[in-house]
């Protein structure tokens, strides 16, 4: 598996362009917002919410889908609603080009991020607050939320996308930093449903 270096294009700059260039929405993001809605707060636990993250984070896992290296979600694209866009994420990501990449990222990132809606246990919260302080707080500061961490956002993020997240992440099912692998190989499945819960929480604050 290649290294986030070889993954993430150098052109940072790119990254800094001004939102109003892209006031309109990027003709790639049309097909985007059959699952990500076009202000890319999902209604759908099991798809992620994409607005307001970093758009350095959000070009990366653009890369990512391109290399296969993340799971495609060729079911998703099979459903009614999203014939004829692509076979799957990877495809999609292979038929865009690195500025629609860039577009899609300033995009989204523009867009400012909302919470789901979705209850909490707060026992569960509880335990997942000790296992982010113990293992991911390093990275994912501030409970999850700090954009600047480019990193995503967790807190606040549908706890049905951070469950299966967090799954592949465990069985090697999805690319991740060198650093993250003995955290997310350690947990177990009560573990990443604390997790959840503990994000989900996070997003109420």
């Not at 629609?100 to 909302?114: M, S, V």
């Not at 606040?156 to 090697?172: E, F, V």
Request: glycine share 8%; hydrophobic share 35%.
């Amino acid at each position: 598996m290649r290294s986030t270096t070889s993954l993430i294009p150098a052109t940072l700059a790119a990254l800094a362009v001004s939102a109003g260039v892209f006031a309109g929405v990027p003709s790639a993001a049309e097909d985007c917002a059959s699952c990500h809605n076009k202000n890319g707060i999902s209604d759908d636990e099991d798809v992620p919410i994409i607005a307001g993250a970093s758009a350095f984070f959000l070009e990366n896992q653009m890369f990512i889908f391109k290399e296969g290296a993340r799971p495609c979600g060729t079911e998703e694209f099979a459903e009614e609603a999203h014939k004829g866009i692509a076979e799957s994420h990877c495809d999609l990501a292979k038929q865009l080009t690195e500025k629609e990449f860039t577009e899609l990222a300033t995009y989204f990132a523009d867009q400012p991020f909302e919470s789901a809606d979705q209850k909490v246990d707060e026992d569960l919260a509880s335990m997942g607050a000790q296992i982010h302080q113990q293992s991911c707080e390093k990275c994912h500061s501030d409970g999850g939320s700090l954009v600047l961490d480019d990193a995503g956002i967790l807190a606040g993020q549908w706890k049905g996308y951070l469950i299966s997240t967090l799954q592949d992440y465990k069985n090697g099912d999805r690319w991740q930093p060198e650093k993250m692998q003995p955290a997310t190989t350690a947990l177990s499945e009560k573990d990443i449903q604390a997790l959840a819960e503990y994000y989900a929480r996070e997003g109420k604050k």
